[in-house]
């Protein structure tokens, strides 16, 4: 192992527990992970020392919550290794933020212009890309894929001088499969287009460079990466962001106020309107201390190590059928699989019987599964708590399931 797992494990006391007799093993990490206890101590402490508005307020204890909450906001630039902490926006999610790019896209686009993004996209880069092209006039067009991985020569021909947006995946949350984003920017670029890349499935794996990825836009989620639900981050170029109109009004977000008109205040507050999700955005925080003091590189080693573990056990296992990329060190913690016979809803009932918690279902990505001609997939997905004995209790499981469904029996 790469990191101190054992160590790691006891920050998260949910993990120690029975489920329907058995040990837990959390392998629904691409929905959402765990959170450590010193994530819960933050949030705990925010309430009970520190609980007032931000940035108004000159008392002690508003001044006290401002500090932490800017804060946070210093500590996801590092993290992501943005030019500025005035382009990092805090948001419900990755989700938010995407709507937020499509939004600001429809302040650009003409009828006739193209945005290009994949098959494998998660509903979330998919919809508000289809909202902005019906009201635009626009044309939604997809690259699909080729060996389980993105077809970048389709991706490539996708591609041209009309093409004004390319929203891309970083790792898809049912392939595993990494994509090259980098490549794309510049593929992009060079056709005058922007590059937003969804990144609520790297941030928590990888190290982050959105000025070496020389993306536009860059969105990640706070739940995905040991961090509360319901805070997350847009990344833009600072110029983008001043040409985007803002998405809410009201109080934090203006300037002056005058009855007929009003006017905006800077970057990056000028989009976060009404009071924050101040508690969360400073448990975000927390969880960037926690993950870069283990190190991302360490963490995406980590995760490697399981996948180069588990992949030739589940590939011996007959009539389990693996989606995406062949090559291992070309995906993420990320495996969905189905068993011959069986519906994903089941395995996953079965594997909860196991206490093994794995995913089941369409995972937000409709049309890659109608691409892929399953009507679902089951989903285990990897973290920085998982150890060899929760993939060899995964294989365990699934064998077992297959026994049971063939003979009623284990």
Partial sequence: MSIAIEKIRRDFQILDQIVNDEPL????????????????????????????????????????????????????KDFINANSRKEVLFTRGTTTGLNWVAKFAEQLLQPGDEIVISIMEHHANIIPWQQAAAKTGAVLKFAYLKDGELDMADLVDKMTDQTKFVSIT?????????????????????????????GAQSAPHMAIDVQDLDCDFFTLSGHKMAGPT?????????????????????????????????TWTELPWKFEAGTPNIADAIGLGAAVDYLTELGMANIHQHEQELIDYVMPKLREIDGLTI????????????????????????????????????????????PLINYLDVSATARASFYIYNT???????????????????????
């Fill in 388 to 410: 060899f004995a929760d993939c060899d209790k995964l294989v365990e499981a699934i064998t077992l399931t297959k026994e049971f469904f063939k003979h009623g029996t284990v």
């Fill in 323 to 366: 989606y995406g990329p062949k090559d291992n060190h070309r995906r993420g913690g990320v495996i969905s699989f189905n068993i011959d016979g069986l519906h994903p809803h089941d395995v996953a009932t079965a594997l909860d019987m196991e206490g093994v918690a794995v995913r089941a279902g369409h995972h937000c990505a409709q």
């Fill in 25 to 76: 093993v959390y392998l629904d990490n691409a929905a959402t992970t765990q959170k450590p206890k010193q994530v819960l101590d933050v949030l705990r402490h925010y309430y009970e020392q520190d609980n007032a508005n931000v940035h108004r307020g000159v008392h002690t204890l508003a001044e006290r919550a401002t500090a932490e909450y800017e804060a946070s906001r210093d500590k996801l």
């Fill in 170 to 198: 970083h790792v898809s949350n049912v392939l595993g499969v990494i994509n090259p984003v980098k490549e794309i920017a510049k593929l992009a670029h060079d056709h005058g287009a922007l590059m937003v890349v969804d």
């Fill in 230 to 262: 319901g805070i997350g981050v847009l990344y833009g170029k600072e110029a983008l962001l001043n040409q985007m109109d803002p998405i809410e009004f009201g109080g934090e977000m203006i300037d002056f106020v005058y009855e007929q008109t009003a």
